[in-house]
């Protein structure tokens, strides 16, 4: 069934179930006839249960297949590790090999991107009118700029936790959640740093490869003190970036800190301070 709600803004999509579609001598056959012809990204580990076929803002076509998941699992290392967000640097971690600096892959296209904006701007088609070439050659360089963008993230975030997944068997995780940042000054840097589909890949590949990934409520974790378990009476502001224990006198980095404090480790070294709950350790994989 075709899924368009706007003939102007949303893009087809097709969905078919197992009888709807079949695949034979590597091409994509599907109810009505159809034959595509598809470029395989990778071989399919089970027959599929069923196939979305979509196209994009730039105008490709692909085919998403739904198959059982097949874990990988790596060699233990006896090694777990503390993840905090922020926008300094999209993670910090309690080992400084696994920090992942902000990539900038925005603002280094933020030139074109206004450039192609402007374009659009002008050539502009008045209501009721159809788009000029111009106007359609511009939106569709702005399109692929986008996913350009996108796939440069998605592409650094991955290769990342794929590298945290191999060198831990357990990763704890602030559970970040976007809306937080969504209001504030940092709204666009947030973004830009991708910390929802960095997080999503962190996720996806310690399910892939048997590893325990926890997610951690993000309260009081710049509070609590990574050496004593003490918690400071007052929340530090973000211009704050130093964390200075009021009970122990320990001096850390905001972030580092507080990815200690996440850091499985920490649970069972550190004896609980005041306020400390074991709700905050949610295991997900």
């Given at each position: 069934?075709?899924?368009?709600?706007?003939?102007?803004?949303?893009?087809?999509?097709?969905?078919?179930?197992r009888?709807?579609?079949?695949?034979?001598?590597?091409?994509?056959?599907?109810?009505?006839?159809?034959?595509?012809?598809?470029?395989?990204?990778?071989?399919?580990?089970?027959?599929?249960?069923?196939?979305?076929?979509?196209?994009?803002?730039?105008?490709?076509?692909?085919?998403?297949?739904?198959?059982?998941?097949?874990?990988?699992?790596?060699?233990?290392?006896?090694?777990?590790?503390?993840?905090?967000?922020?926008?300094?640097?999209?993670?910090?971690?309690?080992s400084?090999?696994?920090?992942?600096?902000?990539?900038?892959?925005?603002?280094?296209?933020?030139?074109?991107?206004?450039?192609?904006?402007?374009?659009?701007?002008?050539r502009?088609?008045?209501?009721?009118?159809?788009?000029?070439?111009?106007?359609?050659?511009?939106?569709?360089?702005?399109?692929?700029?986008?996913?350009?963008?996108?796939?440069?993230?998605?592409?650094?975030?991955?290769?990342?936790?794929?590298?945290?997944?191999?060198?831990h068997?357990?990763?704890?995780?602030?559970?970040?959640?976007?809306?937080?940042?969504?209001?504030?000054?940092?709204?666009?840097?947030?973004?830009?740093?991708?910390?929802?589909?960095?997080?999503?890949?962190?996720?996806e590949?310690?399910?892939?490869?048997?590893?325990?990934?926890?997610?951690?409520?993000?309260?009081?974790?710049?509070?609590?003190?990574?050496?004593?378990?003490?918690?400071?009476?007052?929340?530090?502001?973000?211009?704050?970036?130093?964390?200075?224990?009021?009970?122990?006198?320990?001096?850390?980095?905001r972030?580092?800190?507080?990815?200690?404090?996440?850091?499985?480790?920490?649970?069972?070294?550190?004896?609980?301070?005041?306020?400390?709950?074991?709700?905050?350790?949610?295991?997900?994989?």
């Open positions: 069934m075709l899924n368009c709600q706007c003939k102007r803004e949303a893009e087809p999509s097709l969905n078919y179930t009888r709807g579609f079949r695949i034979k001598d590597g091409r994509l056959h599907l109810a009505g006839g159809i034959a595509l012809t598809v470029v395989w990204s990778r071989d399919l580990p089970t027959p599929p249960s069923s196939v979305r076929v979509y196209r994009d803002s730039v105008g490709h076509w692909y085919a998403s297949f739904v198959v059982a998941a097949t874990s990988e699992h790596l060699p233990e290392t006896g090694a777990v590790i503390g993840i905090d967000w922020g926008v300094k640097e999209t993670a910090t971690t309690t400084d090999t696994h920090d992942l600096p902000h990539a900038q892959h925005g603002r280094k296209a933020q030139a074109k991107l206004t450039r192609y904006d402007r374009m659009m701007a002008r502009r088609p008045k209501k009721g009118q159809p788009a000029s070439k111009g106007y359609r050659q511009a939106k569709r360089l702005r399109a692929k700029l986008h996913k350009k963008v996108a796939r440069q993230r998605e592409d650094t975030g991955r290769k990342w936790a794929k590298g945290v997944v191999r060198d068997d357990a990763v704890a995780v602030e559970d970040f959640r976007p809306k937080f940042l969504a209001k504030s000054t940092m709204a666009r840097k947030a973004a830009g740093a991708a910390i929802s589909a960095t997080k999503r890949a962190l996720v590949m310690g399910r892939k490869h048997g590893r325990a990934v926890y997610l951690v409520h993000p309260a009081h974790t710049t509070r609590d003190c990574a050496q004593c378990g003490a918690r400071t009476k007052h929340a530090l502001p973000l211009s704050m970036r130093t964390y200075t224990c009021t009970a122990c006198g320990f001096v850390s980095p972030d580092k800190n507080s990815a200690r404090v996440m850091s499985p480790s920490y649970r069972w070294e550190v004896p609980p301070g005041p306020g400390w709950s074991h709700t905050r350790l949610v295991l997900i994989v």
